[in-house]
Nanobody, 126 residues
Framework: QLQLVESGGALVQPGGPLKLSCEASGFPSDFYAIGWFRQAPGKEHEGVSCISSYDDNTYYADSVKGRFTISRDNAKNTVYLQMNSLKPEDTAVYYC???????????????????WGQGTQVTVSS
C-alpha cells in the first residue's frame, strides 16, 4: 500500500526557515514524481514544487522560486522541501503527493497526482 506522511510543519516567524519531510512507504520514492502542494483557507490547492522520477528535474511555482528547494534522499525514501525567507502568505497546509505514472516529468497540477499525504500545517506569523 502506497503511503505518504508529511512532517515538519510549525509556527515560524517571517523571514525564518523551515524544512518539511515527506516519507514514502510501500514504494521507492524515486520511482515516482513527487510534488509539494499547499492549501490556504478558502483557496484551491496550489502547486509549490515537484521533482521528477527518472532525472530528478525540479520545478517551482513563481511565488516560491529562489526561496524553496525540493530534494530527495533515496536511502531514507524521503523528499524534502526546504523553505527559506518565509512570508505570511506562505501560511497553509502543505501536502506531498505522488504521480504513479512511471518515468513521467513532474508537473504542478494537482490532478496529475493520485497518492496524497495527510498534510502538515505551516504558519508564518510574528
Amino acid at each position: 500500500q502506497l503511503q505518504l506522511v508529511e512532517s515538519g510543519g510549525a509556527l515560524v516567524q517571517p523571514g525564518g526557515p523551515l524544512k518539511l519531510s515527506c516519507e514514502a512507504s510501500g514504494f521507492p520514492s524515486d520511482f515516482y514524481a513527487i510534488g509539494w502542494f499547499r492549501q490556504a483557507p478558502g483557496k484551491e490547492h496550489e502547486g509549490v514544487s515537484c521533482i521528477s522520477s527518472y532525472d530528478d528535474n525540479t520545478y517551482y511555482a513563481d511565488s516560491v522560486k529562489g526561496r524553496f528547494t525540493i530534494s530527495r534522499d533515496n536511502a531514507k525514501n524521503t523528499v524534502y522541501l526546504q523553505m527559506n525567507s518565509l512570508k505570511p502568505e506562505d501560511t497553509a497546509v502543505y501536502y506531498c503527493a505522488a504521480d504513479s505514472v512511471l518515468g513521467k516529468e513532474c508537473g504542478l497540477g494537482p490532478a496529475e497526482y493520485d497518492y496524497w499525504g495527510q498534510g502538515t500545517q505551516v504558519t508564518v506569523s510574528s
